[in-house]
């Protein structure tokens, strides 16, 4: 089941990729059924906060009009960073799914763990790696263009 709601967060990934994003995508679950999806709008929003994971975050507060996302599943084709981590506690997500890791900016594993440090008022249970490689993929290539057309 994991997989299958990876495979929409990625199709927010491709998204992403499309609009000269970096190709993030996440997609957040209750029961059963997405009640966000959202992938990286930075560049055309001109936003450092417009991560995959903080527009669907918002988006399903909308949703359930509620900021406590009780019950959700969030699902995100990169490791979240440090500010994504920070919302995830803030809206007590409890499940946090990820494709792959990232040595740079994680703040589930690679670089701090955020999400469960018990000295926070909420810790999430993460699972780590779901289509792994499809999702580091589709950031080499994207990387990989950029700096053909010599973009940052």
Known sequence: MHEQFMQIALD???????????????AIVKDGRIIARAHNQRERLRDPTAHAEMIAI?????SLGSWRLDGCTLYVT???CP???????????????????????????SLFRLLDDRRLNHCA????????AACG?????FFQQQRRLGKK
Do not use: H, N
């Not at 609009?19 to 996440?26: M, N």
């Open 125 to 132: 249970e993460t699972i780590g790696g779901v289509l792994a």
């Open 78 to 80: 990169l490791e979240p």
């Open 83 to 109: 500010m994504c981590a920070g919302a995830i506690v803030q809206a007590r997500i409890p499940t946090v799914v990820y494709g792959a890791a990232d040595p740079k900016a994680g703040a589930v594993e």
């Open 58 to 62: 918002t988006q399903a507060a909308e």
């Open 12 to 26: 927010e990934a491709r998204q992403a990729f499309g609009e000269e994003e970096v190709p993030v995508g996440a």
């Open 137 to 141: 993929e589709i950031l080499s290539q």
